[in-house]
């Protein structure tokens, strides 16, 4: 069945390093794919999102990076900075589906 | 402009109690999402409403729990004689047009069950 999944729970860097956070997908129809951030006590917030027919897209300080062929998601953050602290959660979609279906999210916090 | 909008922001009631949360799309998107985020935890899907189209309630854990969009603007979500297990954040997204697209939230409304 669908399952979006994470790899780790809890991400760990030092402040001014880069972050990377995984995601995995079963589904292999899905077609969209979204990046969310979420601060304690909000609601999450939309950060870059990507379609299977690209590999990588970059925002700013982020990049997204798609691999179809082991079902695979990333989120690369370039000098983490302390605001960058939150959970982070992949979602995914396959054509014609009525919801995203939302991974379990990883925590990132940021060490001085 | 304006985001998505939940009211309240925060509610504590007694076991068996009905509550009403109320949410408040961005103006002229057409797909409304409620979600249920327990401490901790990812997001379980619980009703979707796009459009004039019958809602997808798929995700509703039980009778107690129902929604309803009116007008094809505002959402109130519903959960009859609560219980301690429906403590949680319950969150609400719209988006504006195609089904599966991106989804901007609220910044939810947290339920506490005493």
């Known amino acids: 069945g669908e399952s979006v999944g994470l790899h780790l729970p809890t991400l760990s860097v030092q402040e001014g390093d880069n972050s990377i956070i995984n995601c995995a997908y079963s589904n292999s129809a899905s077609d969209y794919f979204i990046w969310y951030k979420q601060e304690s006590g909000k609601g999450p917030q939309f950060i870059i999102d990507i379609r299977s027919n690209m590999d990588k897209r970059q925002g700013q300080r982020v990049t997204v990076l798609l691999n179809k062929t082991v079902k695979h998601l990333s989120l690369q953050i370039a000098a983490t900075q302390p605001g960058d602290s939150a959970v982070y959660f992949c979602?995914?979609?396959?054509?014609?589906?009525?919801?995203?279906?939302f991974g379990q999210g990883t925590r990132l916090t940021i060490n001085p | 402009g304006a985001g998505v909008s939940q009211s309240p922001s925060n509610k504590v009631t007694e076991k068996g109690k009905d509550v009403e949360l109320r949410c408040d799309p961005i103006s002229g998107h057409t797909a409304l999402y409620w979600y249920r985020q327990s401490l901790g935890q990812g997001l379980e899907f619980l009703i979707y409403f796009q459009g004039n189209s019958a809602p997808d309630k798929s995700g509703l854990p039980s009778d107690r729990f129902s929604a309803e969009r009116t007008g094809g603007s505002v959402s109130t979500l519903t959960i009859q004689r609560t219980q301690q297990e429906d403590s949680a954040v319950y969150l609400c997204?719209?988006?504006?047009?195609?089904?599966?697209?991106?989804?901007?939230f609220g910044p939810g409304t947290r339920l506490t069950v005493l």
């Open positions: 979602a995914e979609n396959s054509g014609g589906a009525q919801k995203l279906v």
């Open positions: 997204a719209s988006s504006p047009d195609r089904a599966g697209d991106t989804q901007y």
